[in-house]
């Protein structure tokens, strides 16, 4: 049983930083792609960036772009998510997947618990 422990969220000012990390067991995920969603109250879970196996492909949602980075551990079975110059906009519940396809939440077999990332104005 895969098992997905997230880690890192917190409040925030607008314009400050957060790393979130994600931390797998049961077996290695080094074949899967791992990814972040998040979701805002009263919202659709959204895409916000994937790794492929070996972490050299990494692809963001557009809005991100330029502030977050992405970065996978494979030794360490971890995804890491750095934030910066965060927007009120991205205040949500950020989950960890693994073992998906793209970017349709519905696809991703394993998740994280979430945690909270708020970003005050």
């Known amino acids: 049983q895969v098992q997905l422990a997230e880690s890192g969220g917190g409040l925030v000012q607008a314009g400050g930083s957060l790393r979130l990390s994600c931390v797998a067991s049961?077996?290695?995920?080094?074949?899967?792609?791992m990814a972040w969603f998040r979701q805002a109250p009263g919202k659709e879970r959204e895409y916000v960036a994937r790794?492929?196996?070996?972490?050299?492909?990494?692809y963001y949602k557009d809005s991100v772009k330029g502030r977050f980075v992405l970065s996978r551990d494979n030794a360490k079975n971890a995804v890491y998510l750095q934030m910066n110059d965060l927007k009120p906009e991205d205040t949500a519940v950020y989950y960890c997947?693994?073992?998906?396809?793209?970017?349709?939440?519905?696809?991703?077999?394993?998740w994280g618990q979430g945690t909270q990332v708020t970003v005050s104005s």
């Open positions: 997947a693994a073992a998906g396809v793209g970017v349709i939440w519905t696809t991703y077999r394993y």
């Open positions: 049961g077996r290695t995920l080094s074949g899967d792609y």
């Open positions: 790794a492929s196996g070996s972490g050299r492909n990494l």
